[in-house]
């Protein structure tokens, strides 16, 4: 399975745990076994992302909330695009995946899954989070 394609998986995945706020190990369990994925290598990659958000939330939730423009808060972010901001800036800081390919790859999901703003939105802020951490003054 191809990168892209696991990361669709795992924003999914991400989305179902944001919406839910149940048992996190039994929602993957659960979503593994409803998509029938037995692949190791994507499990390895799902199970990774969704614990990575899970230890470094209040990191992730505060760069997003830091980021956001006067009188926004994260309770009015669209579950879907906090679920790829989740995703995207846990791969730029936490997975080390190159900040240009994250970014990419999410607003193309957001293109797929969100509302019409939702591309700009997410692209906006992470762009001030590559911007604060410094991301784009590596390679």
């Given amino acids: ?11 999914k995945l991400v989305y179902e745990i944001e919406v839910q706020k149940d048992d996190i190990e039994e929602q993957v369990e659960l979503f593994l076994e409803s998509n029938e994925i037995t692949d190791e290598k994507v499990i390895s990659y799902l199970k ?18 830091k980021n956001l423009k006067e009188n926004w808060s994260l309770n009015r972010i669209p579950k879907i695009s906090l679920s790829l901001l989740k995703l995207a800036i846990y791969e730029m800081l936490y997975s080390k995946i190159p900040y240009k390919v994250a970014i990419n790859e999410v607003v193309e999901l957001a293109k797929k899954y969100g509302d019409e703003a939702s591309p700009n939105f ?3 802020i992470l762009a001030s989070v590559v911007k604060e951490k410094g991301l784009n003054k590596e390679g």
């Fill in 1 to 11: 399975m191809q990168r892209t394609a696991m990361r669709e998986l795992a924003f």
């Fill in 48 to 65: 990774d992302v969704v614990n990575g958000i899970e230890s470094n939330d209040s990191e992730i939730n505060e760069l997003i909330s």
């Fill in 122 to 124: 997410i692209n906006g």
